[in-house]
């Protein structure tokens, strides 16, 4: 099997790996960097668990390959939190329990925080459109939308 | 009800942030795919493509020549140790990897061990096994039939595939009751085969030390020290002993149930790190998740109510056909072989019921769980709410007022329960009340008149289960002879900071935040100071573990009890440290007074400090206390739930417009957290209504196998939830608590159902089979001549 040299830049920070053709971006993420944050929920890109930001636009990292992230940003739950704490959507996810048992949680503030940077004052409607990909079995999804209200609200006070 | 304590302390009442919340937020969690050991090596399995059948040969040659593949385990490997078949929790047996026979379609086959996931992967598909096909029997009823041919060969004697018969309740005096009444109605209906897909899958991390005899375990499991136990009783002729065994369960993506049995692949990993002295690790993927465990519900009910002409209940009779699959692989407590069907009388009192179930082997994945469910409880509500309302429609009458006419006064309880149960206490009517309300019953039943009158179809869905739940009582409950009681050690440090562990373990449902508020409520230290820990075998006091909504109603219990060990234990410092007898002390949270002069006080940190600075003469030191609890009943929540759903008349499509849900718990730890149960459950019991099912075809290939056909409900589809609740107290636990973790879930279900029914009542419709997709709603309206 080939071997290629791929440069990717994760959370802000640049790494060069040998990856085998097949290898898939979230296990090159999990295995090889340690990033253990992103999950793995289903075979077939449905659950979106293993969203992660791909040059700032969402993608399920299962059904990417690690070399078509060659040159890439990518951006991982454990690169939003920066020195001043948690990000408004993080916060809202608390505030609004929008989390139980918090497998899916990584790749819904991913996909949110996409979403709130396209979109900054989202509906109800348009944040269940934006988060259908990705599935939640604990929560009802209701404290997840109010978690993204939130943070636009949050987000909006500062401007 | 408002909180006794302040924001500070943060006991019962309050809406306190989750502690675990932060880790999760931030890519912290510890699921088991986190977990990684030096030298660990991936374990992946062969799965069989057919439902039954004869195995002919296993080669492994092929795959061993894979770089990075060291061994293939099968069958007849485990045979060699005696681990090749394993006892379920309901005293059947399953096989780990067969050595002749496969039973259903995505049974392990065999495990290959390999340097790397993608090497275990690729030595999977080399692996060639030789099938010789086997005609499968997949239909529980055809299961039943003289000439079927008996599945479970290698129990001896066997001559069908009937695993037992269950009944409660006096059949004679039913049946009486049946032919003289005014009124029979009667449907038969399927509860089908489900799956809880949490969306972390099962898997483990085993770790065995050769040179101590010691073996770890990561799982994803529910009841760790059950686990823990299971091993040693299967394993110790091989040398596995309990003192010996640590079962670590990590944070849980999810368990609903799923996660209380033992699957084959856990203990491949185990005995593959046995044999080759290494750490393996076992994660599945999704399909195998929905293809080979942790199915539930699968019961077929024949259900009849006898009433008076104007619908009083007096009797139900339900018959039931349960399909386990190849082997009853349930996780129930060992004398209720059909669980807690036996609550199917619900809300209603009535003078007799007779319930029988009968349950048979297939060629299916071994079963089911108790997915969000105290064992059988949906399957029985499900049946009982449904056909309340076809007796609502057979006798004219609304079916919010036929159930308000058949409640269990509020004045009756406790109540005894024709099927044997004490319900401990309950309102219904206050439940009824308060949702009609919130939804606007009757202005809703005047839209739909209207609505009907220009031929749209709407309906209004109305359910008032009872649970049951906790368990649970020594004296009727245990899991292989363990007793289900549970545990807490609560542990004061000097500074008067805690750390209380629990033998249950949280899977979402926020324990080391409740747990936390339960011993604040008790001892008024801030919540925020107590850590609570569960999962690990070594530390933690052994318990039962978490499904079936008994956490709060038995380990809740025990920290409570074990907080008031210690406040009793405080009170005696607290008095030698004010110079003043126990008896002139007052107690408000945190804080102990002297009577009359309650400027002369000790806090009960001060108290922690003197436990091990300044205790009394003669007293021990310390400040800790375990308890171990053993709840005098179950316990009993209830609520009504109605929902309005539109139908397309050009699609068949349902759509939940709004959904209420009113809820009586007893007394509420964490209404945030509450209502977080609630929404869950609810979208849960939508998934079963409209969308999830695991169907076979004759040949016994599962037709539901991956989330491209197993719909699992996504935030478009899921309603805007409106919850609200009553409160009425358990009489007999000790913060008058009630679980309420799968009422949403029970609940759910029927009340969607009905709706649907009700929609197309008007056109001659009494049941409709979940989940209600849109064919099988266009097909009725179709055969109605009112299909667009």
Redesign the interface.
């Known amino acids: 099997m080939a071997t290629h040299n791929i440069n990717v830049t994760v959370n802000g920070e640049a790494h060069a790996a040998a990856v085998d053709s097949r290898l898939l971006l979230v296990h090159l993420i999990r295995d090889d960097l340690a990033l253990t944050g992103t999950h793995i929920g289903c075979d077939t890109t449905h659950c979106g668990a293993c969203t992660v930001l791909m040059d700032g636009v969402p993608v399920k990292s299962c059904t990417v390959l690690a070399v078509q992230a060659d040159g890439a940003e990518i951006g991982t739950v454990e690169g939003l939190a920066g020195a001043d704490g948690m990000t408004p959507l993080q916060e809202g996810f608390q505030e609004e329990h929008g989390l139980q048992c918090g497998f899916c949680t990584p790749g819904m503030l991913m996909t949110g925080t996409a979403l709130l940077e396209s979109n900054p004052n989202p509906s109800e409607a348009e944040i269940r459109e934006a988060i259908s990909g990705n599935l939640c079995r604990c929560t009802g999804y209701v404290n997840i939308v109010k978690a993204v209200e939130y943070a636009a609200a949050k987000t909006g006070e500062g401007d | 009800m408002a909180p006794r304590t302040s924001a500070k302390i943060c006991g019962m009442g309050h809406s306190m942030?989750?502690k675990?919340?932060?880790?999760?937020?931030?890519?912290?969690?510890n699921?088991i795919?986190?977990f990684?050991l030096p030298g660990m090596l991936w374990l992946d399995i062969v799965r069989s493509p057919i439902a039954y059948g004869k195995i002919k040969n296993i080669d492994s040659s092929k795959a061993l020549e894979i770089p990075g593949v060291l061994a293939v385990l099968t069958g007849k490997d485990l045979e060699a140790y005696g681990l090749h078949w394993m006892p379920t929790l309901m005293s059947d047996t399953q096989m780990v990897l067969p050595t002749d026979t496969v039973m259903y379609q995505a049974q392990e086959v065999a495990g290959v061990i390999a340097t790397s996931?993608?090497a275990a992967a690729d030595g999977v598909a080399a692996v060639e096994v030789d099938y010789e096909p086997l005609k499968p029997v997949i239909d529980p009823f055809k299961a039943l039939e003289d000439d079927a041919p008996v599945l479970r060969t290698d129990k001896e004697g066997k001559t069908d595939n009937h695993i037992w018969h269950w009944e409660a309740g006096d059949k004679e005096a039913t049946d009486r009751i049946f032919e003289e009444a005014d009124v029979v109605v009667r449907e038969k209906m399927h509860v089908p085969r489900i799956h809880?897909?949490?969306?972390?899958?099962c898997g483990c991390l085993a770790d065995f030390n050769p040179v101590e005899g010691h073996l770890t375990v990561y799982m994803t499991t529910q009841a760790p020290h059950a686990i823990r136990t299971v091993l040693a009783l299967v394993a110790g002729h091989v040398g596995l002993s309990e003192e010996k065994i640590r079962v670590v369960s990590p944070?849980?993506?999810?368990?609903?149930g799923g996660k209380v049995p033992v699957y084959p692949g856990y203990v491949v990993a185990i005995a593959a790190s046995v044999v080759l002295g290494k750490p393996v690790k076992w994660i599945e993927?999704?399909?195998e998740n929905l293809q080979a465990d942790s199915f539930a519900r699968d019961y077929h009910m024949d259900a009849e109510i006898a009433a008076n002409a104007d619908g009083k209940i007096r009797a139900l009779r339900i018959k039931t056909i349960a399909d386990h699959g190849y082997s009853d692989a349930q996780a129930a407590p060992s004398k209720w072989p059909a669980g807690l069907f036996s609550i199917c009388t619900g809300s209603y009192d009535m003078e007799q019921a007779y319930a029988e179930v009968d349950a048979v082997y297939t060629n299916k994945p071994p079963g089911g769980v108790a997915y969000r469910c105290s064992f059988r409880v949906t399957e029985a509500v499900h049946c009982m709410e449904r056909v309340v309302d076809t007796l609502a429609h057979k006798v004219g009458k609304d079916p919010a007022q036929l159930r308000e006419e058949n409640f269990i006064p509020k004045e009756a309880f406790p109540y005894q329960s024709p099927l044997g149960w004490e319900y401990d206490s309950g309102d219904y009517q206050a439940a009824m009340d308060k949702a009609k309300e919130m939804i606007g019953y009757d202005e809703l039943r005047a839209e739909q008149a209207e609505k009907r009158a220009r031929g749209e179809l709407m309906g209004i869905g109305v359910c008032s289960f009872t649970e049951v739940l906790g368990a649970g009582p020594s004296k009727d409950f245990d899991i292989l002879g363990i007793k289900m009681f549970d545990s807490a050690e609560v542990r004061v440090h000097p500074t008067g900071k805690a750390i209380a562990r629990f033998g249950t373990k949280s899977?979402?449902?926020?324990h080391e935040t409740t747990y936390a508020q339960i011993i604040a409520e008790e001892l008024g230290l801030p919540a925020a100071h107590v850590q609570v820990e569960e999962g690990d075998t070594d530390t933690a006091p052994y318990g039962l573990g978490t499904y079936a909504s008994r956490s709060t109603p038995t380990a809740g219990a025990a920290g409570a009890m074990a907080a008031r060990q210690i406040r009793d234990k405080a009170a005696k410092i607290a008095a030698h440290l004010l110079e003043v007898s126990e008896e002139d002390l007052d107690w408000e949270p945190g804080t102990f007074s002297v009577k009359g002069a309650p400027d002369k006080s000790v806090s009960i940190q001060d108290c922690a400090f003197a436990a091990y600075t300044n205790m009394p003469p003669g007293m021990e030191p310390g400040l800790e206390a375990t308890n171990y609890y053993d709840p005098p009943n179950l316990t009993f929540p209830f609520g009504t739930y109605i929902c309005v759903v539109d139908i397309d008349r050009g699609t068949g499509e349902v759509t939940v417009r709004r959904f209420v849900a009113v809820d009586d718990c007893g007394n509420i730890i964490n209404p945030?957290?509450v209502?977080?149960q609630?929404?869950?459950?609810?979208?849960?019991g939508i998934g079963p209504a409209l969308y999830e099912e695991i169907p076979y075809d004759e040949d016994g290939n599962n037709l539901a196998g991956?989330?491209?056909d197993y719909l699992?409900p996504?935030?478009?589809e899921?309603p805007?939830?409106e919850t609200g609740h009553t409160v009425t107290p358990s009489p007999h636990h000790p913060l008058g608590a009630k679980g309420v973790g799968e009422s949403a879930t029970v609940g759910a279900p029927p009340a969607i159902a009905n709706a649907v029914v009700d929609a197309l009542a008007h056109l001659g419709v009494t049941h409709v089979e979940i989940p209600i997709r849109p064919d099988r709603v266009w097909e009725i309206l179709r055969e109605k001549g009112v299909a667009e």
């Open positions: 942030k989750r675990e919340d932060p880790r999760f937020l931030q890519g912290k969690g699921y795919d986190d990684t996931r993608y809880v897909a949490s969306i972390e899958t944070d849980i993506g999810g368990g609903f993927d999704r399909m899977q979402g449902q926020g945030m957290i209502q977080g609630i929404h869950g459950g609810l979208t849960q991956s989330f491209m699992v996504t935030a478009v899921t805007a939830w």
